[in-house]
């Protein structure tokens, strides 16, 4: 499918969605303009697994042709194939904020570590140590508002997404008119970060739909729902187990521990953060606390260690990690993955998940027909690890830490600039996501909204 937008008499942009289309994760997008051939993005599509085997297919671009590949944030979904994009031949520039290409580093190594494992598929050639490093070395860190000439008729910018620490949205200037990828959209306001930066002149949008068909908790009822769980659980002298993304959920989670514990707001007891990539990224927020909201710069000033507090255990060791199972209750585990695919979540569900005095807490997005996702919609017998698993404990579900904008939200960053816009192509959802808030965006503010297809181009008029 092919839509077409311009007059003969105007300059053209040619867009691709390469990925990120009819899926939540999997964003990759290649923006042609003039003779300059440039990525938005080129990440892992995520099932079942960390990386499902569509990853492996070639892309439908020549990497060697790619002069620029801009990355909105540093989650895998949005990163994890530039070694694939390297061992393919890409030589060009790579480019994202200064905080993301320092989270960047640590992403990719993490991913490699685990998809190098994969001789089978010949993931081993691919997730190397020498085509991380050459991608970093690649790479360029910006601030936001930062200027990029590319062309003497193309600039970019970064502007602040508000989703994860340094993520982006991506403004392109091509002949007066403004095009933006969104990236992932925060759910403002968080506890660490700025709030998404309003834009009010966009002329083609590019934007997320995650949770386009349906609205989150308040501020005031997800921390008493967190309150409720912790205090349910310490009643009933159980195990808390609360799957989370190493990268800024992990954070956020911490931050609001740590002000209930300081406040004394919930029991004292254990409290173990086991992903050894969340501690080491947590460097990172202290390195780029200067990226962080008011408040959240005001603790760091108060208080050291803004993500440590009376009861906190960081677990880096894996020896440290099986010893969290004979300390007694009640205790609380936080562990990655945040969708239950892999990490050390999984050996805790697999202990924990059969006690009916034990709670699973989902605070993310479950990706369709993963474990957390089946767990989620109430399946008694979930398979982890080879192993089938019989699901007693408790399952509690808080959307309000979702770090993505909620149906709502997404409308009001729209409405924003709906005075300028042309076009908006709705991506990185479930399709009902997707296709409820295209009809959301006709309807409410009478835009011409689309879902793309994957492969589909779209010609725009500048």
């Known amino acids: 499918m092919c839509y077409s937008l311009s007059t003969s008499m105007e300059k053209k942009a040619k867009l691709t969605f390469c990925g990120g289309t009819g899926s939540v994760t999997g964003a990759n997008f290649l923006l042609e303009i003039e003779d300059k051939k440039i990525l938005v993005d080129c990440g892992l599509t995520q099932g079942f697994n960390l990386a499902d085997n569509i990853n492996w297919d070639p892309f439908p671009y020549d990497a060697k042709a790619i002069d620029i590949l801009f990355i909105t944030h540093a989650h895998v979904d949005h990163l994890g194939r530039v070694p694939k994009l390297i061992s393919e031949g890409f030589r060009g520039k790579i480019y994202s904020t200064k905080p993301t290409k320092a989270l960047a580093s640590f992403m990719l190594e993490d991913t490699m570590g685990i998809l190098s494992k994969n001789i089978e598929l010949g993931l081993d050639k691919i997730y190397t140590e020498e085509n991380v490093k050459l991608a970093i070395s690649l790479w360029e860190g910006f601030d936001y508002h930062e200027t990029l000439s590319i062309t003497s008729d193309l600039e970019v910018s970064f502007l602040n997404a508000g989703h ?91 931050f609001e521990f740590n002000e209930l514990v300081e406040n004394n707001h919930i029991p004292v007891m254990p409290i173990f953060l086991d992903s050894p990539l969340a501690i080491r990224l947590t460097e990172v927020f202290k390195q780029y606390k200067n990226y962080l909201n008011e408040n959240a710069q005001k603790a760091m000033h108060h208080d050291k260690y803004l993500f440590d507090f ?18 007694p209750n009640p205790k609380i585990v936080i562990a990655g993955s945040g969708m239950s695919t892999g990490g050390r979540i999984v050996h805790h569900e697999r202990h924990y998940l059969p006690d009916p005095n034990n709670t699973l807490l989902l605070t993310g997005y479950q990706v369709v027909g993963g474990p957390g996702r089946l767990i989620q919609e109430g399946l008694k017998t979930v398979r982890i690890t080879g192993e089938d698993v019989t699901v007693r404990a408790h399952i509690v579900t808080i959307s309000g830490y979702s770090g993505h904008k909620d149906s709502d939200g997404l409308l009001s960053f729209v409405e924003d600039t709906q005075d300028t816009l042309k076009k908006v192509f709705v991506v990185m959802g479930e399709p009902k996501s997707s296709m409820f808030l295209v009809q959301k965006l006709r309807d409410n503010l009478g835009l011409e909204a689309y879902a793309p297809e994957l492969g589909s181009s779209v010609t725009l008029s500048c």
């Open 164 to 254: 994860i620490l340094g993520s982006a949205m991506i403004k392109f200037v091509y002949n007066g008119k403004k095009i933006l990828f969104t990236g992932d959209l925060g759910n403002s306001p968080s506890p660490l970060l700025p709030d998404t930066e309003k834009v009010t002149d966009i002329d083609y949008l590019i934007m997320e739909s995650v949770y386009g068909d349906r609205n989150h908790e308040s501020r005031d009822s997800r921390r008493k729902f967190l309150e409720e769980a912790i205090e349910d659980n310490y009643n009933r002298k159980g195990t808390l187990i609360i799957p989370t993304f190493s990268l800024e959920r992990s954070q956020e989670l911490l």
């Open 310 to 327: 009376p009861g906190l255990h960081n677990t880096l060791k894996s020896e440290e990690s099986k010893m969290i199972n004979t300390v």
